[in-house]
Nanobody, 126 residues
Framework: QVPLVESGGGSVQSGGSLRLSCAAS????????MGWFRQAPGKEREGVAT?????STLDSVKGRFTISRDNASNTMYLQMNSLKPEDTAVYYC??????????????????????WGKGTLVTISS
């Protein structure tokens, strides 16, 4: 098991910022590919961003969200700026050691990763 613990969610007004963190336990190998996905009420899961152990990233919210990781502490971050009400969702971090670099660059695979956190709620008010 690779426990993943998210933090940093909360409620902010439109235009505000939040920084989500995801701390991974266990050997760093198990979190070689990490990512964030979100699920809004009544909607399907949506891959938001991924980051591989080599630092390569992919995100679906260009210009507003930035994914990063600190390999030394096995922690991943999602910096979210210029937040909009449509960003309201539960945000989950995920990790999977099986994912190669190419799979890690496929946002549709994020919610299929082996390990998930419990999620953190992000609420953006207009």
């Amino acid at each position: 098991q690779v426990p993943l613990v998210e933090s940093g969610g909360g409620s902010v007004q439109s235009g505000g910022s939040l920084r989500l963190s995801c701390a991974a336990s266990g050997p760093s190998y198990f979190s070689s590919c990490m990512g964030w996905f979100r699920q809004a009420p009544g909607k399907e899961r949506e891959g938001v961003a991924t980051i591989y152990s080599d630092g390569s990233t992919l995100d679906s919210v260009k210009g507003r969200f930035t994914i990063s990781r600190d390999n030394a502490s096995n922690t991943m971050y999602l910096q979210m700026n210029s937040l909009k009400p449509e960003d309201t969702a539960v945000y989950y971090c995920a990790a999977d050691p099986r994912y190669s670099g190419s799979w890690c660059r496929d946002l549709s695979r994020v919610s299929a990763m082996r390990y998930w956190g419990k999620g953190t709620l992000v609420t953006i008010s207009s």
